[in-house]
């Protein structure tokens, strides 16, 4: 067909004629489609189209729609202000304003003037739109009126909002965290916080705050640099400063915020560490070897192991597996083993390159997280070959066989070399077939006596591929040493045993020897197996992985028990006597001091038997200047009377933290703080400063005893002196049958230590049944102004003794007494309320404490205040309740004082002396408000991993998300991956990704696993982090929305297919420079 012009017209279908006197389109070319945009002066109506041609020189000819088509009224375009929220009041001049639109595309014009002085026009985009106003007044309180107008059709629309202002009522700002004893490995995510804060109405909002780092300087806080946030709401820090990459130095530290609009500020109450990345460590062998592991198709099981430092806990994940496979990712302690099944694939899909990644974290000692891999390979996967053992730090003997080994594919047969200060030395063997994967080798068929040494050897393997004769090789990672059988030794920390000997002695625990493939499962003195990287071993058995760790043990505080290494290469330990002014502690000889320790065991001390699963107090005193104390738990074993002692495996267990000041800790008996088990047998229980590291053992080991069924077990869970005047001495006291039968007839005794000849009484029982608990007051004469009444002036000692006639057989006897010590100087009662105190929001339904501090106060009742108006709250009895200085209740609005009540703010929590309220002035309010809100969903992610690969390469990360919160999401929501470079952090809600998924609603307590397509980094390699959002487009309102974020840790390589010269990649860099690459590069 030769070319038309064509035209076109709209026809109105009732009468024919042509609705307007232009042409909706004239003499356009014939590309067969025109795009018309309904203009608003066509109305409502039924119509057609009329198509023909405008040819000059030829017959015209034209065609209507079939059927006619309708044209509906436009909907009216609308705007609407949704922050800040009408008739609120703001106290920063800098606020953010925010909206929705329909029926618009265009600006929004915000302002806040009649004159429009203060006006800023923002694009609505997709129905929403956002902007930054400044509020130019100098008056210190006031209102004024807030306009968002669309001009639509040469028409406007507008919402209007009126707001109040006073600058003078700007909040304060108070450091929550780090605030003290933290330790954060940098390049992991922390959080930065403080209170108040409240993005909706701009409370010291992320955007308004800054943080500094800073050191403390001879008394001078000196500012390090600013820190550079790595995540949305309050502040998410990786420990870079001032520009993203740069990393502060290690050491102590405190932050300061600044609000940048009112210049509030606050810093760290006390220091935090910083610590360098590496600090917690995690290595993950799968059959003894750090990998790549060829699989075959069919798949098999293997053994893998792991290992951590400073890590509490670990999440093994099999990326072999479907991500919908239970045995996927699997929560595991910071050191084991266990068979895994693999595959040779990537998240079930075979033919790929796959990893299994043992990921760790760290809460206890240092906060932070780290991974290692190991990739597993197909059998069809491109050809390699990876040195197994020796692979640095092996110790061999000249004389004596040993077994190198390797893991390959696609390789027919090898030629092994040895290397000496990483230069060829000397070939071991040639032409050895590719299975079994290992060669017999002894050194000194291949090195002279006089070339052998220390850490510089190295072993080559040189592969052939076939079946094209190519080749591919690998080299030990680090050096290791070949010694003669007459100075065969070990890597010794402390020189053993040079404790017979020398002073001063180590100060700290050490691995004391380090013995790399030599004498695997070697017995020593009296049958006692040598242990080495094993957990809590039970039985003997040789390493695993031809590398033995072993450590000196303390026999008793006299006695170390001290590894060595025999001329023979056999291991033995001596018994090393503690030298005057010293004493063992935790495998080391500890200088004594003439001072009392500050912190001090009092409970368990020696002699105890805590029965598993029992509910125990483990009891300390401590000084006022500490702050918090860890709890652990010291393996015991008997002193050596032979010679050589053997050596033992030792066994610590973390069971918890405490505020030094509590005095307490209860533990369940046989857990340690993650949960894990703990086996029965003879411990020291061990108290450490968490400030000062000053710490204190049990003088004596006690007994963690296996379950005695049928045998009751009569213990006191509670005394103390609630309340003491002249009228009164009031003790409260519990007993409880822990044991596993009910208990028959007992009597319960009351003393006084400091004053024997003054009776208590006591209390006769006919039974106790098992897990019941009696609780009970006792009252006795009040004390006079300088004691009396049966009390000494000063300390008084209270013991109670339950069985005290000994009437009951129990599975422990020495848990019968308990003994308080209190003061009978008078003071003046008071109330100090703890929790709520400021700044919490508490949840409808979630289930809350509230806590207290309290003298001389008998029952107290607890009162709900709303602006200074206070009334009985929930469902506490109107006589008062126990003064246990705690009470945890479900928050329920529909009782209060005020009637059905709206969640919001303002509200305190006020306790107060039962005695005589309301006229008594014993009572205390929290310091300032707290906030009740209505349920709200919390979303976390509790697992994230991204694959390592090559440049450019797609991979799939996986993350799965829990909504920990206290309702449904409701809706959908967004997930987005970002590279932690280049700097594009914090989040606005709207943010260009590089991979990114949507998920369902998540109901309360669910969860859901996602596996996201990611593209790696395209233009340099090595190392990365990767950062996961769940709700990046902020869809969801949540009761914590700092907690959305998790990171990982991968790495690219390059393509081996697509190896370009330096020159090229050169090119190729420097043609795609992103902003943030480094300049002179």
């Not at 509490?312 to 699997?330: A, R, V, Y």
């Not at 007459?486 to 013995?515: G, K």
């Not at 009484?761 to 006795?780: M, N, P, Q, T």
């Amino acid at each position: 067909m030769g070319s038309l012009g064509i035209s076109i017209t709209l026809v109105d279908s009732a009468t024919g004629g042509q609705v307007f006197a232009r042409d909706l389109a004239t003499n356009i070319g014939n590309n067969r489609y025109y795009t018309w945009t309904i203009p608003n002066d066509v109305p409502a109506g039924s119509y057609k189209i009329n198509i023909y041609t405008s040819d000059c020189c030829k017959p015209s000819a034209s065609d209507s729609s079939d059927a006619p088509f309708s044209v509906t009224s436009q909907a009216q375009p609308l705007v609407k202000i949704t922050s800040p929220v009408a008739n609120s009041t703001l106290t920063s001049k800098n606020i953010t304003v925010s909206g929705t639109c329909s029926n618009y595309f265009g600006a929004v014009d915000v302002f806040y003037y009649s004159d429009k002085k203060e006006e800023v026009f923002v694009q609505c985009i997709s129905g929403k739109w956002s902007t930054n106003i400044s509020v130019n007044s100098n008056a210190g309180s006031g209102s004024f009126d807030l306009y968002a107008q669309l001009y639509p059709n040469n028409t406007s629309v507008q919402d209007i909002i009126k707001l109040y202002f006073n600058w003078s009522s700007a909040p304060s700002i108070t450091v929550l965290s780090p605030n003290g004893g933290e330790s954060w490995q940098m390049q992991n995510i922390h959080t930065i916080r403080w209170t108040p804060y409240d993005p909706n109405t701009g409370v010291n909002s992320a955007d308004k705050v800054t943080a500094y780092l800073e050191r403390l300087e001879g008394g001078n806080f000196v500012t390090v640099g600013k820190i550079v946030p790595a995540g949305k709401a309050s502040i998410h820090w990786a420990g870079e400063i001032d520009q993203f990459g740069k990393y502060a130095s290690p050491g102590d530290y405190y932050v300061r915020t600044v609000n940048n609009i009112t210049g509030a500020s606050d810093r760290s109450n006390n220091s935090f560490k910083l610590v360098d990345f590496g600090t917690i460590k995690a290595d993950l062998k799968i059959g003894g070897l750090d990998g790549p592991i060829t699989v075959p198709l069919s798949g098999g099981t293997y053994q893998a192991s792991w290992t951590s430092v400073n890590a509490d806990k670990c999440l093994l994940i099999n990326g072999t597996l479907s991500t919908s496979d239970p045995e996927f990712n699997i929560q595991m302690p910071p050191l084991g083993s266990r068979s895994i099944k693999l595959f040779p694939g990537l998240y079930g899909e075979s033919g790929r390159e796959g990893y299994v990644t043992i990921s760790c974290t760290g809460s206890t000692k240092v906060e932070g997280e780290t991974s290692d891999q190991v990739k597993i390979l197909p059998e069809t996967s491109t050809p390699f070959v990876r040195v197994g053992v020796p692979n640095g730090k092996e110790i061999i003997d000249f004389s004596k066989q040993y077994t190198i080994s390797w893991a390959s594919a696609g390789v027919a047969y090898f030629n092994i070399a040895l290397y000496k200060n990483d230069a060829f030395f000397n070939w071991i063997a040639f032409n050895i077939p590719a299975s079994p994967s290992y060669y017999n080798w002894t050194p000194s068929n291949t090195i002279s006596q006089a070339n052998i040494g220390n850490d510089v050897f190295k072993i080559y393997i040189l592969g052939y591929k076939k079946p094209d004769g190519g080749t591919v090789d690998d080299k030990s990672d680090a050096p290791f040493s070949i010694v003669s059988a007459q100075n065969v030794t070990a890597t010794d920390s402390d020189a053993s045993p040079n404790y017979l000997t020398t002073s001063p002695y180590p100060v700290e625990q050490r691995p004391d020897l380090f013995i790399l493939g030599v004498a695997k499962g070697t017995y020593v003195g009296g049958g006692t197996c040598l242990y080495g990287t094993e957990p809590n071993p039970t039985s003997c058995k040789p390493t695993t992985d031809n590398f033995t760790t072993y450590y000196d043990h303390c026999a008793n505080e006299s006695q170390l028990n001290e590894a060595y290494l025999t001329g023979d290469g056999k291991f033995g330990a001596y018994g090393v006597s503690a030298p005057s002014g010293y004493v063992c502690k935790n495998g080391i000889l500890v200088k004594t001091v003439s001072t009392q320790p500050s912190i001090t065991v009092v409970s368990p001390n020696g002699g105890e038997s805590w029965q598993q699963g029992s509910l125990q107090t483990i009891r300390w005193s401590a000084p006022s200047s500490s702050s918090y104390v860890s709890i652990s738990l010291i393996g015991y074993s008997q002193p050596c009377t032979t010679e050589p002692c053997p050596l033992y495996a030792v066994q610590s267990f973390t069971l918890g933290k405490a505020p030094a000041s509590g005095g307490y800790f209860n533990w369940t008996v046989g857990k340690d703080i993650n949960g894990y088990a703990i086996p029965s047998g003879q411990y020291l229980v061990q108290i450490t400063d968490t400030t000062t590291n000053a710490s204190d053992q049990s003088n004596a080991p006690f007994s963690i005893v296996d379950v005695v069924t049928g045998v009751p077990d009569l213990t006191i869970t509670k005394l103390s002196v609630y309340r003491m005047d002249s009228l009164n001495v009031g003790i409260d006291y519990c007993i409880k049958n822990i044991g596993n039968a009910d208990a028959g007839k007992f009597y319960l005794e009351f003393y006084n230590l400091d004053n024997p000849s003054w009776g208590f009484g006591g209390a006769g029982f006919d039974s106790l049944a098992v897990g019941k608990e009696f609780c009970s007051k006792s009252s006795r004469s009040g004390v006079g102004s300088s004691g009396g009444n049966g009390y000494v002036q000063g300390n008084n000692r209270i013991k109670v003794f339950v069985d005290a006639r000994y009437e009951v057989k129990e599975s422990n006897e020495n848990n019968n007494e308990l003994t308080y010590t209190f003061d009978t100087t008078l003071t003046s009662p008071s109330i100090t309320v703890l929790s709520p105190n400021g700044g919490e929001s508490w949840a409808v339904g979630s289930v809350q404490t509230i806590k207290w501090n309290s003298t001389g106060v008998g029952k107290i009742s607890i009162w709900l205040c709303k602006s200074g108006v206070c009334g009985r709250f929930g469902n506490i009895p109107a006589t008062g309740i126990n003064n246990t200085g705690s009470y945890t209740f479900t928050v329920d609005t529909s009782v209060t004082p005020f009637g059905a009540y709206t969640p919001g703010s303002d509200l305190k929590i006020r306790v107060a002396s039962e005695d005589n309220y309301p006229t008594s002035t014993v009572y205390d309010d929290s310091n300032a408000p707290f906030s009740i809100v209505a349920p709200s969903p919390d979303l976390v992610v509790t697992s994230f991993s991204v694959p390592s690969g090559t440049l450019g390469q797609v991979v799939n990360a996986s993350a799965t998300i829990l909504n920990q919160g206290s309702a449904s999401t409701g809706s959908g929501f967004r997930i987005e991956i970002d590279y932690s470079y280049p700097p594009d952090l914090p989040w606005d809600c709207s943010y260009a990704s590089q991979g990114s998924a949507n998920t369902d609603a998540l109901a309360v307590g669910a969860s859901r696993t996602v596996s996201i397509p990611l593209t790696l980094p395209s233009v340099r390699t090595g190392p990365f982090n990767a950062v996961i959002m769940a709700d990046s487009d902020c869809a969801i309102s949540e009761s914590n929305e700092d907690n959305n974020f998790r990171s990982a840790t991968y790495s690219v390589a390059y393509n081996s297919t697509l190896s370009p010269s330096f020159s090229g990649i050169a090119n190729v860099l420097e043609a795609a420079k992103p902003l943030w690459w480094p300049t002179g590069f």
